[in-house]
C-alpha cells in the first residue's frame, strides 16, 4: 500500500485519478466519492489486478490518497511484483499531475 498526503482539492484529486488511469491503461469500475476502485487486465499468467485508490480530507486543503492493489483473482500463488509496480505508478502519476 502506497500512502500520501497532497495539497490540493478533493475534486482535483478525482480528477488527476482519473487522468492518470487513463494514462496508465487502467478501467475504472467504481467511482464513489471516497474511494475509487481500478482494474488492470491479465495476460497469460494473471488474472488482473484491482487496484484500490481511497480518499480522505486531511485538514484544510490537503487531502490523504491510499493506493493498494491485489490480484483480481481469488488465490494466486506467485506474485510476479505486479501489484507493487501499479500502486508506484499510479502515485508517481499522481504527484507529477498535482
Known sequence: ???????????????????????????????????????HGGGLLSFGNRITVKIAQSGNDKI??????????????????TNDNLENDLMTELKNML
Open 64 to 81: 490523504k490518497v491510499s493506493i493498494s492493489s491485489k490480484s483480481a483473482a481469488q488465490v494466486q500463488i506467485i506474485d510476479w511484483g
Open 1 to 39: 500500500m502506497k500512502q500520501a498526503t497532497l495539497h490540493t482539492s478533493k475534486n482535483q484529486l478525482i480528477t488527476a485519478i482519473k487522468k492518470a488511469a487513463n494514462e496508465l491503461e487502467l478501467d475504472i469500475e467504481e467511482n464513489n466519492p471516497n474511494e475509487i476502485i481500478l482494474f
